[in-house]
């Protein structure tokens, strides 16, 4: 069932929003590491509410760069390369001064969900929960920032902090790892990545998760430590979209090389489904029973890109003469080796239609009750007006 027509639709954003001194300038200080302790209060601050997003490149904006995807090299890449200047090309337009490292996209989840004065993105590529917790607990800085709990204690002293969303566990589990040893496998070794890949994901699932409930009690002291109650605010945790479809759904035969030089794909059929349909369920399903025994609201994207993955037969390459829609071009981002169209780390993340996509999402999770759980979904041949949710057990 789609959501009443009343429910708030997010405001996609426009060029980036610079980082102003209170707002948007908290990760990342002039001389350093961000300075971040924070006076306790009595109370939550007053002011209007606020959104923050902390975790990893699913909620930082990884791929933002991109409006579906092309294979033209040259120019703005059939219009799908936002960094495009008109003579060359500045992805600064897009990451900001994150570029090449947290690329925090101007389209971010959190941005996408609400407006610039209504939201914080601390998100970085390539985080675990090491970077989620705070120093004093064993907290690791990233990129030259602080642990992201400790910048969450500077903006929740001084804003009204009332919803965190949290993308983390990947990086702990290795699933960028796993995905491209599939593709390796595919295109080197001619040989099923499943196995191994299976076998490595189990072995860590169990790590993985208790630190992700760690990372919520982090942010709950946090936020508790700054005179929040848990009332005051809600911790939306979410899974990952599949970034690829079912074998099925591939719209290149397995055979031959079209998954590699045309669609950016590069994985055998079995490895494919095994993707699909069990490690990303499996993680999914590892981040619900976190959230239920964490407290945390769970938002379940795995199907979130249904029809707009990369290489799905629902979706097509833009082209001079197809520019990109939402409504027909693939949400995630193709595999790149980063020698042609920008950064080998953008590939297979949810790009600039994908973020509008998870930004809906969260906004109308945000509309919804605290207490209940939900999954998001996109509408075929729809753009991302078409998105919903659905109520989990």
């Not at 033209?72 to 060359?88: I, L, M, N, P, V």
Request: charged residues 15%.
């Amino acid at each position: 069932m789609h959501q009443s027509s009343t429910t708030p639709t997010p405001t996609p954003a426009g060029r980036f929003r610079r980082l102003t001194a209170g707002l948007l300038a908290l990760p990342i200080a002039a001389t350093g590491l961000l300075t971040v302790a924070a006076p306790a209060h009595a109370a939550p601050v007053a002011g209007p509410p606020i959104a923050v997003s902390m975790g990893d490149s699913y909620m930082s904006g990884e791929a933002g760069r991109w409006m579906g995807n092309s294979d033209t090299f040259t120019g703005s890449r059939s219009g799908t390369d936002r960094a495009y200047t008109g003579s060359g090309y500045d992805a600064t337009q897009v990451y900001g001064s994150t570029s090449g490292g947290c690329d925090r996209s101007d389209s971010a989840e959190v941005l996408s969900a609400f407006t610039a004065a209504g939201a914080l993105n601390i998100a970085c590529s390539g985080a675990t929960t090491a970077n989620v917790l705070r120093a004093s607990s064993g907290g690791q800085s990233f990129k030259g920032e602080a642990p992201q709990a400790d910048q969450l204690a500077a903006i929740a002293a001084t804003r009204n902090v009332n919803l965190i969303a949290l993308s983390i566990g990947g990086n702990d589990l290795g699933f960028a790892d796993a995905i491209s040893t599939c593709v390796k496998d595919y295109e080197v070794w001619y040989s099923y990545c499943q196995p191994s890949q299976q076998a490595a994901i189990n072995a860590k699932m169990t790590a993985a998760m208790t630190n992700v409930g760690t990372s919520i009690d982090e942010i709950r002291a946090v936020m508790a430590a700054d005179g929040y109650a848990a009332s005051d605010y809600r911790i939306v945790l979410q899974s990952y979209p599949s970034p690829i479809p079912r074998s099925s759904e591939n719209r290149y035969p397995e055979t031959g090389w079209s998954r590699t030089n045309d669609g950016g794909c590069p994985m055998w059929n079995g490895d494919e489904d095994w993707a699909r349909d069990t490690l990303v369920p499996q993680i999914a399903a590892g981040l619900a029973q976190v959230a239920a025994a964490h407290g945390a609201q769970f938002l379940d994207l795995q199907n979130l890109l249904q029809g707009h993955e990369v290489c799905s037969s629902s979706a097509s390459l833009a082209t001079s003469t197809q520019p990109p829609t939402a409504a027909t071009s693939e949400w995630a981002r193709f595999l790149t080796t980063g020698l042609t169209q920008g950064t080998m780390q953008e590939s297979f993340h949810p790009n600039y239609y994908g973020q509008l996509g998870l930004g809906r999402c969260l906004a109308l999770i945000a509309a919804q009750p605290a207490a209940s759980n939900y999954t998001c979904r996109n509408t075929p041949g729809q753009d991302t007006s078409g998105v919903y949710l659905n109520p989990l057990p």
